[in-house]
């Protein structure tokens, strides 16, 4: 039989050189998280515990799938945002810490009950099914062009225990405006193809580059055609927030700006990173 303690061994060694110790002791937490729904304290408290044999199977798969770069989010099938879990697979993007900055940001901007609410590119869900829990009595609608998004956004609504309105929608269509919105918040694809030479394996291989890249032509694309969907559905006041390309944000506010979208600003991430874009839509 093997210890828990000796599986993070077997974890170290096998990881070496192939990522940190700090990253492969989080992966470790990970998996004992989701195999026995460990806590921090309870993960090295009970490293002298014996794992049962399918435990076992579950963790050297693991192992293996981590040395192929997989992400630990699709070895355990979910991770946590905004306090919430949220199934992940490679019918969506992971949910990067970025993405919850964004949510913080929105929320903390408004300190009334917001109505009426559009994202654009749901991905997980995790942008409209966060806001949706901040804000419960809100109306909340997520557009996705792929169909394996909006289903796995639609079992993380249903596990969160939130109604959210799902539509099969490209943006680049220039789709019809039904209803009006006081928000439209999107993190669409900004990712330059010609970046993808210094992306890892582990999102290269395993994200769907739907969700991720763009043409190095046309880095602007979604930022355009969202803003324009905005200036035709947002409620004057209404507010935009795109999550961006930090190469960009000058060039996204000049974008807003060309459609008379006021208040503009670029806003820095944690890591000082320019991130995010919002405006005002004066009606």
Known sequence: MQTVN??????????????????????????????????????????????TDQEIIFLDSAILRL???????????QTEFMGLIFRTDKRALIPRPETEELVHLIINDFSDQISNILDVGTGTGCIPISLKKNWPKANVETWDLSDDAISLAKENAELNHVEIIFSKTDVLTSPPVLRKYDLV????????????????????????????????????????????????ALLPGGYIYFEINEKFGKEVCQLLDAKNYKKTIVIKDLSGKDRFVKAVWPG
């Open 67 to 77: 040395q192929n770069q997989e992400p630990i989010q699709h070895i355990t099938g």
């Open 185 to 232: 918040v999107s993190n669409p694809p900004y990712v330059t193809n010609s970046e993808k030479k210094v992306m890892d394996n582990n999102v290269l291989n395993y994200e769907p580059h739907l969700a991720l890249f763009v043409e190095d032509g046309e880095p602007l694309l979604f930022y355009d055609a969202i803003s324009t969907l905005g200036a035709k």
């Open 6 to 51: 000796e599986f993070i061994a077997l974890l170290q060694y096998k990881l070496n050189g192939i990522t940190n110790q700090n990253e492969i002791r989080q992966f470790g937490f990970l998996l004992m998280n989701c195999l026995r729904g460990y806590s921090f304290t309870e993960f090295h408290t009970y490293k002298e515990e014996q794992l």
